[in-house]
């Protein structure tokens, strides 16, 4: 345990006192602004906050898996979050689901193939940084490469569980073996070793190259790939930071659900913005973050993340995302809308008659006139950096978010 003392006072307006109960120390060092809220937070606003590490893990033969839905984090109403792992060679098993899913390749490598609904097939090989989408329905495997893998996986309904998907196993041990072999086309006798059960996730082999084992089908291949490599995808860059927008304008078979990686330098933040679409679900890859939340009728909390932490931002909540660390701070917005959408209050007030923004903030038009005109989803809250350090530290490594997840996620 940490010998850093921390206590709820409060210096803005000398107040709190010290706490001498019972205490996990760890808990409040991780969480400074939950510990000591800043002096605007006000009201009652729900828990937004929820990490993988307190996470149920389900533990198989090829690997794990850990969930946050709806139950562990009340607060979402859209969607659900999986981590999951799997060794070198190892399947999540065939299977489908009533919900989309959306998938981030966290870390390694694996193989995705999947039947679309006229039949045709897909099949392709993945790395860190790299990105799957399956619509409700559509039937899909994965199996680990050489590398083994780590994965995230969004789904569109906040109450779903990796517990109750459709898996092939499951359904053949609960078929009449006599249905299974008239469907087949086989004799019952080589039934004999039909799993009794669920396989779920299993050990493999490492499988060979896609040219040795896709097979043909005289439907042919899916006209959109259900995979998304992110180095055929440029960021947009600003002064403190990056962003990459995933949604259907680019990656046309993900119709439910989109999504916005995000790098802040440290020293910057997620400008004030909201979402006029849909609800925010966050997932924190690197780093330390401070998020403050404006949920009106002077509703505001802020919340501490740090890498395995899920979010969520109700939707047209106001917030901003800083990050306190002393390294880039990596996050996914993800939402459940085929087209990525926020509103920047800077790019609002500035676009804004001049005297209308002056007479409601009680501040001069010569200040009004100084707000940011240009796009910015990620600023500097610390003046001190400039420009020049920012295109000093961007020169040093490659733009794709592939080559940074691979040196991230080792």
Known sequence: MSNRRVEPERTADNAGWIDRGPRNYERDL???????????????????????????????????????????????????????????????????????????????NARVTALDAEGRSFIDDINAGDLWNFEAGIPHSIQALDQGCEFL??????????????????????????????????????????????????????????????????????????????????????????????????????????????????GGMRELHWHPKSEEWDYFVQGH????????????????????????????????IQNIGDEPLIFLEVFKNPIYSDISLNKWLATSPTQMVSDHLNISPETVEQFPKEEAAVVWYDQSHSKKNVESSTEETPQDLQYKAGQVFK
């Open 30 to 108: 991780q969480n400074p602004d939950l510990l000591v809220p800043p002096i605007t937070d006000h009201g009652t606003v729900s828990n937004l906050r929820f990490s993988f590490s307190d996470a149920h893990m389900r533990i198989e033969e090829g690997g794990w898996t850990r969930e946050v839905t709806n139950r562990e984090l009340p607060a979402s109403h859209d969607l659900a979050g999986v981590d999951m792992c799997l060794k070198p060679g190892a399947y999540r098993e065939l299977h489908w689901h009533k919900e989309a899913e959306w998938a981030f390749m966290i870390a390694g």
């Open 289 to 320: 973050a401070k998020v403050g939340v404006f949920n009106s009728a002077s509703l505001a909390r802020t919340f501490n993340f740090q890498a395995g932490d899920v979010g969520v931002i109700p939707i047209v909540a106001g917030h901003y």
């Open 153 to 266: 996986l969004v789904f569109s309904e906040p109450d779903f569980s990796e517990n109750n998907t459709f898996l092939l196993t499951d359904w053949l041990a609960h078929t009449p073996k006599d249905i299974i072999a008239a469907n087949f086309k086989v004799d019952e006798s080589v039934l004999a070793n039909l799993p009794g059960k669920e396989k779920y996730i299993f050990n493999g082999e490492v499988p060979g190259p896609i040219s040795e084992v896709k097979k043909n089908n005289p439907n042919g291949d899916v006209p959109s790939p259900f995979t998304f490599h992110m180095n055929d995808l440029k960021p947009h860059e600003f002064e403190a930071g990056k962003v990459w927008i995933i949604d259907s304008k680019v990656f046309p078979v993900a119709q439910t659900i989109s999504a916005a990686i995000v790098e802040i330098q440290p």
